[in-house]
């Protein structure tokens, strides 16, 4: 009697699966572009079958190789935009599919620098301003996260007579000692912003402080002749003639009045004793103050 013989066909019922059902890579995020990730394997129990690998939610970041299953970066990593990419990684055979999740974290780095939002500050300060109160804050922005996108702040340069201060969190620019506009009437100082890296990045900008003038200093008077002879119902009396002022105060803020005026125990005290005049203090030769006086 004959014996039937069976042949049993392979079928491709099998779907490929993964060494691992998560992979977790952790990368900088300075990686070039085309650095090799990780080498991901699927095997299928349907020894015929040809394996080919794909990825979703790649956003143009990572590709995979179809055949070898290699995963290398082809885009630019930023830690401050993304921290975590989730993606799927398919292997076909072209009939039934395996997955798998692999995850990119991305370590933040000091890629970033401080950025003033000027180049050039400036503002008016009057001489007369108290020492301690602040004048102007500048601001620089770090687009880095956490202690890399701390920032500090310092004078650099245009502070050598030391008026000006600043808060090294806050920015803020704080007189320091008393100024004189007739000493010195505009600083200049150079200012930087610098991150918490190693090595740090930092950013400067100029910040321009204009001193206002304010009336703060006596005038000082010369006569030339301090004594005189009056003739009773005599012509009046060029008594100031030849009169200087010095006021170191600028021409800006001071204009000199004169007015000639009896000691307190004089008899002459008369409406007309004596003229007022404006005059420029620059150059005050030839300055004449009349007295005529109405009686011996």
Do not use: C
């Not at 099998?14 to 691992?20: A, E, L």
């Not at 990119?104 to 939002?117: G, L, W």
């Not at 340069?157 to 320091?176: C, P, T």
């Not at 007022?276 to 150059?283: A, K, P, Y």
Request: net charge negative.
């Amino acid at each position: 009697t004959a014996l039937p013989i069976f042949s049993v066909l392979n079928e491709n019922d099998n779907s490929p699966v993964f060494q691992q059902t998560t992979y977790i890579v952790r990368v900088p995020e300075s990686v070039t572009m085309g650095t090799l990730l990780q080498n991901v394997t699927a095997t299928d129990e349907d020894e015929i079958d040809i394996i080919t690998y794909s990825l979703s939610r790649a956003a143009g970041l990572f590709t995979i190789h179809s055949s070898r299953g290699e995963i290398r970066v082809s885009g630019l990593l930023d830690f401050e935009m993304d921290r975590r990419h989730d993606l799927t990684i398919f292997a076909s055979d072209g009939v039934n599919t395996g997955s798998a999740i692999f995850v990119v974290e991305v370590i933040n780095e000091n890629d970033n620098a401080p950025i003033f939002d000027a180049e050039v500050y400036s503002t008016n300060v009057s001489e007369s301003r108290m020492v301690g109160t602040g004048l102007i804050t500048v601001r620089a922005v770090d687009a880095d996260v956490g202690s890399y996108g701390n920032v500090t702040y310092q004078i650099i340069a245009g502070n050598d007579m030391g008026h000006f201060e600043i808060d090294r969190w806050s920015g803020e620019i704080r007189l320091k000692t008393s100024l004189n506009f007739e000493a010195k009437r505009m600083f200049r100082l150079t200012v930087s912003a610098e991150d918490s890296g190693n090595p740090p990045k930092s950013d400067t900008a100029a910040v321009v402080l204009r001193v206002t003038n304010e009336n703060d200093i006596v005038p000082e008077i010369t006569l030339p002749k301090t004594e005189f002879e009056f003739v009773e119902n005599g012509a009046p009396l060029p008594i100031g003639a030849g009169a200087t002022v010095v006021d170191a105060d600028g021409d800006d803020i001071v204009r000199a009045v004169f007015h000639l005026v009896a000691p307190p125990n004089d008899t002459a005290t008369d409406q007309n004793i004596g003229e007022r005049l404006w005059v420029n203090v620059s150059g005050v030769a030839g300055l004449a103050v009349v007295y005529s006086p109405s009686r011996h």
